[in-house]
């Protein structure tokens, strides 16, 4: 049309019509079909593919007065528009941005996005060259070498020999990454579970029960509300109550015990290893008493505890519930934690290695009659509704929790296995502290998920602040041993009572482990951690 500015070696093929108030800029190809109406604006060197459509009218109601105000689009510099997309009316698509074909946008688009769908949403990044970047930090074009800067949620091409600082916090956890990276599945989990209207066990807890059970190896496996619950469950199920005692780790979350005493026995501490931070066969030997009536080891920051602990309590004919809290799917020579025991008790929560969205546990077993008993108590001690037997409570899982559970379950050992890559970076960026006794690390333990990466040192404040300095957040687990709760004071411990556990909350420092660091964070935690403690 006459008005049009068409910039030079622009091609426009058959059918294409350009408003009077719209603009093609220089080497710009628009295929065939395409209809630039006024205020469309397409920048240099952009490629809009056959049938894209754009739409200039901001209210487009055929009796609507306002339906003559026209809005820009704007197209910039080296963008693709795939065939068939839709652009909505006064929308600006970012430099070398690449809409899909089919795509339908409704939003601003970044420079170098890859978006997709209706409405159409980012997958990914593209070089000027139309490549698909790697997932990193700085990614390189697989077509040209070009580097590129992908932070914060845009991406921009690096200069010759720039190498940006990376200011980005390095978090403790990172739930916001893990929730970007399973967006697609949990969101299939939620409709799935919101068209079936079923909220509350059924066929969602069922299926994950059968999915856990054979990850870990055990006959029965029964979803519940929370790691604690399954504690408090195990307790339950085994009829422990007044008058017995159970033997626990004091270097755990309070959970751990407080369950003992929920039911009414005694928590008996024994003291940890130094290095695993785990329970000490030796010192539960010596804590045995004719009370016993069972063990619970907890597998700490994903360390699988000592077997020998296993073999005392089939000795003396007492059960073990294992707390693997923070270690689904942690490996021994024996089997998975889980499985090694009478019952072991997972915990769903967020952070977990395998977290839901929201509160979630499990407990697993092999006793069928066991599995039956636990299965009662978990509904109020109901065999059939409202025929109660037992004394139980409201364990119960959520089903969208279940289904979001099943949704992360298949990259479980993918996730675990990246945790085990950042602890052995760890092990050897600080293998020189070591050697100089300076730092003690957990080392690389065959099976050990790294749910924590806990360093020991005495210069502990010092370490975290210096962390702190350069953006990297750390934690203490625990910053008291549970012998030293106030709400455990009845049992009587004073301090020096388990003196290793003690040391470990005064010295212990959680570095960032979780799977969604990359190679750049690992390395800013090594080297701040070594120049701190130079
Ligand atoms: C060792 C340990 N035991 C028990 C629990 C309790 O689990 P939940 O928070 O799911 O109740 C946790 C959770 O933090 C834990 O770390």
Not at 98 to 112: E, Y
Not at 346 to 368: E, H, Q, R, V, Y
Request: net charge neutral; hydrophobic share 45%; glycine share 10%.
């Amino acid at each position: 049309m006459a008005g049009a500015r068409v910039g030079a070696g622009a091609m426009l093929g058959k059918g294409v019509f350009v408003g009077a108030r719209a603009s093609v800029g220089a080497r710009t190809r628009v295929q065939n079909g395409v209809s630039l109406f006024d205020g469309v604006e397409l920048e240099e060197d952009v490629f809009v593919g056959p049938h894209a459509v754009f739409t200039n009218v901001k209210v487009p109601r055929a009796f609507e007065s306002r339906k003559a105000e026209l809005a820009t689009t704007r197209v910039l510099r080296g963008a693709t528009i795939g065939a068939g997309a839709v652009v909505v009316c006064e929308r600006t698509i970012g430099e070398f941005a690449f809409i899909g074909a089919g795509a339908v946008v409704t939003k601003d688009v970044q420079p170098h996005a890859l978006v997709m769908g209706n409405p159409a949403t980012r997958v990914g990044w593209v070089s000027r060259a139309g490549r698909r970047l790697p997932g990193a930090r700085i990614a390189a074009c697989p077509e040209t070498g070009e580097r590129y800067l992908i932070e914060e949620g845009t991406c921009r091409l690096l200069a010759e020999g720039e190498a940006p600082t990376d200011t980005r916090p390095v978090k403790l956890q990172d739930l916001a990454a893990e929730t970007a990276h399973f967006q697609a599945p949990l969101r299939k989990a939620f409709e799935r579970v919101t068209k079936s209207a079923s909220y509350v066990l059924g066929e969602e807890v069922s299926r994950l029960e059968v999915e856990l059970a054979a990850r870990i190896g055990v006959p029965h496996a029964i979803g519940v509300s929370s790691g604690t619950d399954a504690l408090l469950l195990a307790l339950m199920t085994l009829g422990i109550g007044p008058g017995d005692e159970v033997i626990t780790s004091p270097l755990s979350f309070f959970a751990t015990a407080a369950v003992i005493a929920r039911v009414g026995a005694k928590p008996v501490f024994a003291d940890v290893e130094a290095v695993s931070c785990n329970l000490d066969p030796m010192a539960v030997e010596l804590a045995i008493t004719p009370r016993t009536k069972a063990i619970m080891p907890v597998h700490l920051f994903g360390r699988p505890v000592d077997l020998r602990i296993f073999e005392l309590a089939k000795t003396h004919g007492i059960a073990v519930v294992e707390d693997a809290a923070q270690a689904i799917c942690a490996k021994t020579p024996s089997g998975a934690v889980g499985a090694l025991g009478t019952m072991g008790c997972f915990s769903f929560f967020p952070t977990k290695n395998l977290g839901a969205l929201g509160d979630g546990g499990l407990l697993t077993m092999s006793d069928p009659e066991m599995a039956q008993r636990a299965r009662m108590l978990r509904v109020q001690g109901a065999k059939q509704k409202y025929n109660h037997l037992l004394i139980g409570g409201n364990f119960r899982l959520d089903a969208l929790q279940a289904a979001f559970l099943s949704a992360k379950l298949p990259e479980i050992e993918r996730l675990n296995e990246r945790r085990r890559a950042n602890a052995a970076a760890y092990e050897h960026g600080f293998r020189e502290l070591v050697a100089a006794g300076k730092l003690r690390t957990p080392g690389l333990v065959e099976g050990h998920v790294y749910h924590q990466y806990v360093v020991h040192t005495p210069a502990r404040v010092e370490l975290a602040k210096r962390l702190a300095a350069r953006g990297i957040e750390t934690g203490i687990y625990y910053p008291s041993a549970l012998h030293l709760q106030p709400a455990l004071a009845a049992l009587g411990h004073c301090e020096g009572a388990f003196p290793i556990a003690e040391a470990a909350c005064r010295e212990g420092l959680a570095l960032p482990v979780h799977p969604w660091l990359d190679g750049g964070q690992r390395e800013r935690v090594v080297e701040a951690v070594v120049d701190a403690m130079r």
